[in-house]
């Protein structure tokens, strides 16, 4: 999706530097900005890119900007060897807010994005008016890692692909089938992004491997973190929770809700991958959270 697929908005890929590592992000701006230059701040899922954001922007009514990086060792960002642990993804979104200068945002987190949301959200404290974290929290059971690593980047039986495929219709193809139930602008996407031409000609994914080893064990190392994050946001924060997640139970929400400063929880009748199935209702949640606190929800004073 290009630019003037987004009416009224003005979109721009863009760089920036943190750690050493050249890090993409998109920068979407509205033509005609309604709500005093509010920004969002879109943090997306493992395995995804900032781009996957598109569609939701061209809903929303709420804000006037949206930030959305890819993540390091994703899209169109650099790989590194140094690692893929929430802080480092924490570090270069607050080296981002700082390259910006951006002074207030509103932070959303979509899947493993709302994890770095929780561990974000206090690193820029003074700067966040809200938090959205979608379908995701600080703990994941084996059972839901297995899940999760069902939507690696790999073929529909679950083996690694190494070969790529020769043009779009059979990526796209093979996106349909491993992403049922999303939408076609969602694939476009995907297809259009998210994979490159290779060195023979292949369109083969931009994304590192090495970021799905975050599934293993290694995730646990950081889940005393992402709930010390939790209890530190000092903003409103929305818990938006989809009836048929893998990743969130009710007792788990429960946990958050109580260990969250001002918690506000939805539960939705959609999938985990809702910003890219159920677009419409997606994006109409988010909407509602933000013109809410907008509209005078309490925020506190940061100071």
Same mark, same amino acid.
């Given at each position: 999706?290009?630019?003037?697929d987004?009416?009224?908005?003005?979109v721009?890929?863009k760089?920036?530097? %943190?750690?050493?590592?050249?890090l993409?992000?998109? @920068?979407?701006r509205?033509?005609?900005?309604? +709500?005093?230059?509010?920004?969002?701040?879109?943090?997306?899922?493992?395995? !995804?890119?900032g781009? %996957?954001?598109?569609p939701?922007?061209?809903r929303?009514?709420?804000?006037?900007r949206v930030?959305?990086? @890819?993540?390091?060792?994703?899209?169109? *960002?650099?790989?590194?060897q140094?690692?893929?642990?929430?802080?480092?993804?924490? @570090?270069?979104?607050?080296?981002?807010?700082?390259?910006?200068?951006?002074?207030?945002?509103?932070?959303?987190g979509?899947?493993?994005?709302?994890?770095?949301?929780?561990?974000l959200?206090?690193?820029?404290?003074?700067?966040?008016?809200?938090?959205?974290?979608?379908?995701t929290?600080?703990?994941?059971?084996?059972?839901s890692?297995?899940?999760?690593?069902?939507?690696?980047?790999?073929?529909p039986?679950?083996?690694?692909r190494?070969?790529?495929?020769r043009?779009?219709? !059979?990526?796209?193809?093979?996106l349909?089938?491993?992403?049922t139930?999303?939408?076609q602008?969602a694939?476009?996407?995907?297809?259009?992004?998210?994979?490159?031409r290779?060195?023979?000609?292949?369109?083969v994914?931009?994304?590192?491997?090495?970021v799905?080893?975050?599934?293993g064990? !290694?995730?646990?190392?950081?889940?005393?973190?992402?709930?010390?994050?939790l209890?530190?946001?000092?903003?409103?924060?929305l818990?938006?929770?989809?009836?048929?997640?893998f990743?969130l139970?009710?007792?788990?929400c429960?946990?958050?809700?109580?260990?969250?400063?001002?918690?506000?929880y939805?539960?939705?009748?959609?999938? +985990?991958?809702?910003?890219?199935? !159920?677009?419409?209702?997606?994006?109409?949640?988010i909407?509602?959270?933000?013109? *809410?606190?907008?509209?005078? @929800?309490?925020?506190?004073d +940061?100071?």
């Amino acid at each position: 999706m290009s630019a003037p697929d987004l009416p009224g908005w003005a979109v721009d890929s863009k760089t920036y530097e %943190s750690s050493g590592l050249t890090l993409h992000y998109l @920068d979407a701006r509205r033509d005609q900005p309604a +709500h005093h230059g509010r920004t969002l701040l879109a943090v997306h899922g493992l395995g !995804a890119h900032g781009d %996957s954001w598109l569609p939701t922007i061209r809903r929303l009514r709420s804000v006037d900007r949206v930030v959305a990086p @890819d993540l390091r060792g994703h899209g169109r *960002s650099d790989w590194t060897q140094e690692g893929y642990w929430l802080r480092n993804y924490a @570090d270069d979104i607050v080296a981002l807010v700082e390259h910006l200068q951006l002074e207030q945002v509103d932070l959303i987190g979509m899947s493993l994005g709302a994890r770095v949301a929780m561990v974000l959200g206090t690193r820029l404290a003074s700067r966040v008016r809200s938090v959205s974290l979608v379908d995701t929290g600080p703990e994941v059971t084996p059972e839901s890692a297995r899940q999760a690593q069902k939507f690696a980047p790999t073929d529909p039986g679950g083996t690694t692909r190494t070969d790529g495929f020769r043009d779009r219709d !059979a990526l796209m193809s093979f996106l349909k089938t491993k992403w049922t139930g999303f939408a076609q602008e969602a694939l476009d996407i995907r297809a259009d992004r998210l994979y490159r031409r290779n060195w023979v000609g292949r369109l083969v994914h931009r994304n590192d491997p090495e970021v799905s080893w975050y599934l293993g064990s !290694a995730g646990l190392e950081e889940v005393d973190d992402m709930w010390k994050g939790l209890s530190d946001i000092p903003v409103p924060t929305l818990i938006l929770h989809a009836s048929q997640s893998f990743l969130l139970d009710e007792p788990l929400c429960e946990r958050m809700v109580a260990a969250l400063q001002y918690p506000v929880y939805r539960r939705v009748d959609v999938d +985990h991958f809702m910003m890219h199935t !159920a677009i419409d209702t997606f994006s109409a949640l988010i909407d509602e959270f933000l013109e *809410s606190v907008r509209a005078g @929800d309490p925020v506190p004073d +940061h100071n």
